[in-house]
């Protein structure tokens, strides 16, 4: 080995390049930003139309058909869903992963144009909505006033969000609630029956007479004037006086058919915070910008912004994504430094000796120091993935140091100097030592292919630990015999204090009782084996009690509930409902901070955002305090709402759930069980639905069961006589016109000031449009100028229509969800899956499950292939190592006993198998083969230096007892802290600690006694 004589014949060099590492190294940590997550950019693409004033049918025919048409043969799409509903189309476009979606954009840019021309005429240009993490919010705030409530509004928008917009790093800044300005032309149709005036009319009037427009020029002189016509109104005023037509030589003017008031428009959305109305913001920040940066910013705007508005102006804040950051980064920044202690403690005890651990110890901080250059030169930041990778890597990265550091002691005591011994002991080790960690990168190195979920989450964990490992493996084949050789002492130049005589004799008590009972088992191989495998079957037969899940839950003191009201109610009623269970809300002692959200906003900006919204949608958010202040879990606190919202009459579907920051960025926080029932048929496709949400209720541990579909809602349906309106001059555009002016309203044009426009809004009376009677009255202006009523050339109906109509790949589809509590998911799933195998479908309809369900299984999927090439990769590596392909199939012995120790660890503690785990387990297989390497290769040196079989493998366990459990110790105990960390997010890594605790537990003292004999069963036959 070249490297260790180099390092330690050139001390100086050494020393430079390593504070040439620790200078970049610092350089790099500073410029890192902070977030919550790697940067999330699901292949997931939405086109998004709004429709104003359609129901979900016309959006469907109208719209979503004609844009899912062109859009289902964009290149490389894996699946096609859409929304209609009143107001809005939304098309998700869902690629398969790795698709360049700069690429798919452009695509879909170009379906987009083939399908405009069959869109509706009343439909606006569709645009593009690409979803990643940074469409989840970043700060949910919610604005309210007393004395300035009228205006709250104009200030929010004005003097709120205007600002916080240009803020760095702000992508948008969405409001909910309040009461926006508009001019209010409401008509009365008895007057303009009177006075013979059509509503076609008013709208043209209005339209001509609010212009201004440059008519040319007059040359004067020398001189060249603009000449402007002026004649846009100026107040409320102007526009009543507007004239619209005459009655005989009288004028008539707006105000005698109309009421014009400078008022606001109807509120069709609803917004409070505490007991007073409110102004809902909803912040997200731009993709690639950092999110405690941008919070920071505007928490800063947000001091100069309350100076500037009216003194009784509160903002609250609800979600601020920063403070999740903070509390898990610094969770794992405690157990990652708490790991780092006990690993030093665990080398002490071993070493006893200040120098000698000081040597070891040197590995965690310049590994450390070499990740993050790692995470600078990749542009990643500061997260909760990359540190809770440093966290994993702090117990693993001493192992190498560790091994080198014991043989070069070994050679000191023996007599050598310490450079000699410094060279010779590492060297001797080294290419041991390079091949156990080889088998660490074989292990990671297929992580950084998976793609999907697992990949976000494992590909930058990978990357980490891969490189803070051949960081410590470059330092223990440098640094550490470097260091060695200048602070070792010979063996007679040490003081021997009477603790370490003590624990000497202690240790080597150990090593003979090892070396009695490896003797014994050499003397009783069947015996022992046999009792190795009874274990072992007796571990899988505790199989079926591990539980699965896709994501463990994790508590970041967020709870939310979703009600939903019948269909039709007023979003009036729907507020009342709401405000009552806010109140329940705001009667939970742990709460701290909440808001309550109902109705339908204007464009459908909600549903754009992945919420529910509708005129019978209530939706209440409240934070809970700090995790270590309360003593209920954010799911207990969910289920206690849950109860409460069961009281509240009208409320025919809610749900009541503790979703955290983490799982809405992975999964758009959507519920865990999702299946979906497809077909064309509305009808069939819900007695389908009704049944399985009768198995799903019934299933324990499910809970907030729904169908996705909502009831059909009473709705107007105008049928026209087409026969009778054609030989009057009507047309099906002229009815739908003269209704939308008198029901939905025509604001075409718009009031100027001071910059701003307002809509100048014409429709029928409030009064006058209260009753199913009054519909048939509306007067219809023909192509001959006649008025006609509407009930002489239609009839006009009571019917019921769909809310919204969900698509799958062009075909209708509806969607049974629901949560999980008390049980986990997978338990959960089968039982559901057991009582649907029996369930009896009609022809047309099918099921296929969505949801995490579907996310688990392809993500599974993936980490076992990854799980077998790992263990393939992993045996490559040590064949090529000892070339030879029997010893490295010895050493595999090790890894089943991982497994039943990761089964072990999983009944005791109640853990179930989900990606954290998983990555746990495939983790083990790099790990716990390290221990076996180093024991094989020794046995392997001993005997070709003559020892016998037995000697040998005797020897060579009693030798390298020491090392071996100080690696799994200092591994062990560097998972501790993840293991038993109880701070926000502790869930996450929770399960990962326990995994690696109980396999490497249970595998390592395994190891020391299976692998030799194995070792001497396969090699009897040679040695004789």
Not at 874 to 885: I, K, L, Q, R
Not at 954 to 973: A, D, E, H, N, Y
């Amino acid at each position: 080995m070249k490297l260790p004589e180099i390092s330690v014949r050139r001390p100086v060099t050494t020393v430079m390049v390593f504070a040439a590492i620790t200078l970049l190294g610092c350089v790099a940590f500073f410029r890192l930003n902070l977030d919550l997550l790697p940067d999330i950019e699901p292949p997931a693409v939405s086109v998004i139309t709004p429709y104003p004033g359609a129901s979900a049918t016309d959006v469907e025919s109208e719209v979503t058909k004609y844009l899912e048409d062109q859009l289902s043969t964009t290149p490389n799409l894996d699946r096609l869903e859409s929304k209609s509903k009143d107001n809005i189309a939304i098309v998700n476009c869902i690629f398969n992963w790795g698709t360049d979606l700069d690429v798919a954009v452009n695509d879909i840019r170009e379906k987009i144009d083939l399908a405009k021309p069959d869109l509706a005429d009343g439909a606006e240009d569709p645009f593009i909505f690409k979803f990643s993490s940074s469409m989840v919010p970043v700060l949910i705030m919610t604005v309210t006033a007393e004395e300035s409530s009228p205006d709250l509004y104009r200030i929010v928008d004005k003097q709120i969000a205007d600002p916080l917009k240009r803020v760095p790093g702000v992508g948008a800044v969405v409001y909910i609630g309040g009461q926006e300005r508009q001019i209010n032309v409401h008509f009365d149709r008895e007057a303009i029956d009177a006075y013979h005036i059509s509503v076609q009319q008013i709208r043209n009037v209005l339209a001509a007479e609010n212009l201004n427009l440059p008519v040319g020029t007059v040359k004067i002189g020398r001189n060249e004037l603009q000449i402007r016509v002026a004649g846009r109104y100026r107040d409320a005023a102007e526009i009543a006086n507007t004239v619209i037509g005459s009655n005989g030589d009288a004028l008539v003017r707006l105000r005698d058919v109309a009421t014009v008031t400078d008022a606001f428009e109807e509120p069709q959305e609803w917004a409070r915070s505490g007991k007073l109305p409110a102004i809902a913001l909803i912040i997200q920040k731009q993709s690639g910008t950092n999110t405690v940066n941008v919070i920071e910013a505007i928490k800063d705007r947000l001091k100069t912004l309350k100076t500037e508005v009216p003194a009784d102006i509160e903002i609250h804040g609800i979600l601020d994504n920063s403070d999740h950051i903070y509390a898990m980064i610094n969770s794992l920044t405690e157990a990652a430094v708490v790991g780092g202690l006990l690993v030093i403690v665990v080398c002490f005890l071993f070493l006893r000796r200040f120098r000698t651990s000081l040597v070891v110890s040197m590995a965690i901080p310049f590994s450390i120091i070499v990740a993050f250059i790692g995470l600078f030169v990749m542009d990643y930041t500061i997260n909760v993935i990359s540190m809770m990778s440093l966290a994993i890597a702090v117990g693993m990265v001493v192992d190498d140091a560790i091994v080198v550091l014991e043989n070069i002691v070994r050679h000191v005591d023996d007599g050598k100097p310490p450079q000699l011994a410094a060279v010779e002991g590492t060297s001797e080790v080294g290419m041991a030592v390079a091949a156990s960690t080889l088998t660490i990168v074989a292990v990671f190195a297929p992580l950084l292919l998976v793609k999907g979920i697992a990949g976000i989450i494992f590909g930058q964990l990978a990357f980490m630990i891969l490189i803070t490992i051949l960081a410590s493996l470059f330092i223990s084949l440098t640094l550490t015999p470097m260091a060695a050789s200048r602070l070792l002492r010979s063996r007679d130049q040490r003081k021997l204090n009477p603790v370490f005589v003590w624990s000497e004799r202690l240790l080597n008590g150990i090593e003979a009782g090892y070396s009695h009972v490896l003797g014994w088992g050499l003397r009783h191989r069947n015996i022992l084996l046999s009792l190795i495998v009874i274990v072992f079957i007796g571990s899988l037969a505790l199989i079926p009690l591990v539980g699965t899940e896709f994501f463990p839950e994790v508590d970041s003191g967020e709870v939310e509930v979703v009600l939903e009201m019948a269909q039709g109610t007023r979003v009036e009623v729907t507020a009342g409902t709401t405000e009552e269970m806010l109140n329940a809300v705001n009667a939970i002692p742990e709460m701290e901070a909440s808001y309550a959200l109902a109705g339908q906003t204007k464009k459908g900006f909600l549903t754009a955002l992945g919420f529910e919204e509708g005129t019978g949608i209530g939706r209440i958010g409240g934070r809970l305090i700090d995790k270590k202040e309360r003593s209920r879990h954010a799911k207990e606190v969910a289920s206690e709402l849950r109860e409460q919202v069961i009281k509240l009459p009208g409320v025919e579907n809610f749900s009541a759930s503790a979703v955290s920051v983490i799982q809405k960025a992975f999964l758009g926080g959507g519920r865990p069980i999702s299946i979906d029932i497809l077909g064309h048929d509305i009808e069939t496709t819900d007695k389908a639905a009704a049944k399985i949400q009768r198995i799903v209720e019934t299933t324990p541990g499910a809970v907030d069961v729904s169908v996705s579909r909502k009831r059909p809602r009473p709705e107007v349906r105008i049928c026209l006589d087409r026969d009778k309106a054609a030989s009057l001059g009507l047309n099906v555009a002229l009815v739908a016109d003269a209704l939308r002016t008198n029901y939905y309203g025509f604001d075409d044009t718009k009031f100027r000031e001071a910059g701003d426009d307002f809509d100048i809004e014409l429709r029928l009376k409030k009064d006058q449009r209260e009753t199913i009677r009054e519909i048939g009255e509306t007067p219809i202006t023909t192509l001959t100028g006649q008025t006609i009523k509407l009930r002489n050339v239609a009839s006009v109906r009571e019917t019921f229509g769909p809310v919204e109509i969900d698509r799958k790949n062009r075909t209708r589809v509806t969607k049974v969800q629901a949560g999980v509590q008390g049980r986990v998911l997978g338990d959960v799933v089968r039982d559901v899956r057991e009582k649907m195998a029996s369930l009896d479908l009609p022809p047309g309809v099918s099921i296929e499950w969505g949801g995490e369900v579907e996310e688990q299984r392809k993500a599974f999927r993936d980490l076992t292939l990854l799980l077998i090439l790992g263990i393939v990769l992993v045996y490559m590596v040590m064949a090529g190592e000892f070339e030879d392909f029997v010893d490295p199939f010895i050493i595999m012995f090790s890894v089943p006993f991982a497994f039943a120790g990761v089964i072990w660890a999983f009944v005791a503690t109640a853990t179930p198998l989900n990606l954290m785990s998983f990555i746990g387990v495939i983790m083990l297989m790099g790990i716990v083969v390290k221990n076996a390497i180093v024991l094989v290769d020794y046995t392997k040196q001993l005997r070709a230096g003559g020892m016998t079989l037995n000697e040998a493998v005797v020897t060579g366990g009693k030798t390298r007892l020491r090392p071996v459990l100080m690696t799994s110790l200092t591994t062990i105990f560097g998972m501790v802290p993840l293991a038993l960390s109880r701070g926000e997010g502790s869930e996450i890594w929770n399960a990962l600690g326990i995994t690696v605790i109980g396999g490497l537990s249970v595998s390592g003292l395994v190891t020391l006694i299976l692998v030799p004999l194995m070792y001497s069963l396969v090699h009897r036959g040679k040695a004789k």
